[in-house]
């Protein structure tokens, strides 16, 4: 069977076999945090996404989602998606010919979500144990390839094609890394292209020790990068500057009555710096 994009033109052309079997473990595995907390916010009144596909995806692999779910409200995830899939559209429309790289996609749905011009190249990329389960569900295209690598392998790069502007987005990855690895990540990105963008996500070290604690028994994850201050990250690259940071906690679709609750966890500054998304420009 063959769904249609949530929105837009789908590129990736994904096939659900009934109740395919996850075997994944430690970071491969909280794939599934964000895939759930996606169907979850689907299934919401008040959804962010309309992520029709995460739904089908996790109706359709035999996994107990509930074992996983993410820590504290799954609409954060879907906040934070939604803020990315905000700039990669921002990105596009601008230049319509770029290189789009989605580190450590997991079971991401974006590429449907987005529908990204003909012109434009998307790679998604996670380790080959996931890009091998990511190939059950879904097809490369023209325009669209899937790469299976660790990121902190110095060599996946050398087989990205580096002529084009380049955004790359890592949506809650990074909090896995070692602080050594996300810069030398970014180091990398920086160097193998003349000029783009980089968009990712921070958890404070408040978030992290929760975000583990609430992990712990449950997968052999966990959160490594706790960003408090977030000069240190500016500093990763000579040539970088951030030029957006926003906290899900203040973001502006969040519906009504969660923008007021959470207007008031914003007082606090261990609430407020949760999670923030950030982009860089180089
Ligand atoms: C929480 S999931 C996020 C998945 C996806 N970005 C999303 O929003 O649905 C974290 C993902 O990062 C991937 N990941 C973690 N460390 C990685 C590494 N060193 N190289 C490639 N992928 C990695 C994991 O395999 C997993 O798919």
């Given at each position: 069977?063959?769904?249609?994009?949530?929105?837009?033109?789908?590129?990736?052309?994904?096939?659900?076999?009934?109740?395919?079997?996850?075997?994944?473990?430690?970071?491969?595995?909280?794939?599934v945090i964000p895939l759930y907390a996606k169907a979850l916010d689907y299934r919401s009144k008040h959804s962010i996404l309309h992520d029709r596909r995460a739904e089908e995806l996790v109706q359709s692999i035999d996994f107990d989602f509930e074992r996983l779910r993410s820590p504290g409200n799954p609409r954060v995830l879907a906040v934070r998606a939604w803020q990315?899939?905000?700039?990669?559209?921002?990105?596009?429309?601008?230049?319509?010919?770029s290189l789009v790289l989605n580190l450590g996609c997991g079971l991401d749905t974006r590429i449907a979500r987005i529908g990204p011009p003909a012109s434009a190249l998307w790679?998604?990329?996670?380790?080959?144990?996931?890009?091998?389960?990511?190939?059950?569900?879904?097809?490369?295209?023209?325009?669209?390839r899937m790469l299976g690598a660790s990121l902190t392998d110095p060599d996946w790069l050398g087989n990205v094609p580096a002529d084009r502007p380049v955004l790359a987005v890592a949506d809650g990855v990074f909090e896995y890394l070692s602080e050594d690895g996300v810069r030398s990540v970014v180091g990398r990105l920086t160097e193998r292209f003349a000029h783009g963008e980089v968009a990712f996500d921070v958890m404070n070290s408040y978030a992290l020790n929760l975000g583990n604690a609430r992990l712990q028994g449950k997968t052999e994850a966990r959160l490594r990068f706790a960003v408090d201050d977030l000069r240190r990250v500016d500093a990763f690259v000579p040539t970088w500057r951030?030029?957006?940071?926003?906290?899900?906690?203040?973001?502006?679709?969040?519906?009504?009555?969660?923008?007021?609750?959470?207007?008031?966890?914003?007082l606090s500054p261990n609430l407020r710096n949760t999670i923030r998304m950030v982009r860089y420009e180089f």
């Open positions: 069977m063959s769904i249609p994009a949530t929105s837009g033109t789908a590129r990736a052309d994904a096939v659900l076999r009934p109740r395919h079997p996850l075997r994944l473990s430690g970071e491969q595995e909280t794939l990315y899939d905000v700039w990669i559209r921002e990105f596009l429309a601008a230049r319509p010919r790679i998604d990329l996670d380790f080959p144990e996931v890009i091998e389960l990511r190939r059950n569900f879904f097809s490369e295209l023209d325009g669209y951030r030029t957006t940071t926003v906290s899900v906690l203040a973001s502006r679709v969040l519906p009504f009555w969660y923008r007021l609750i959470y207007a008031l966890a914003y």
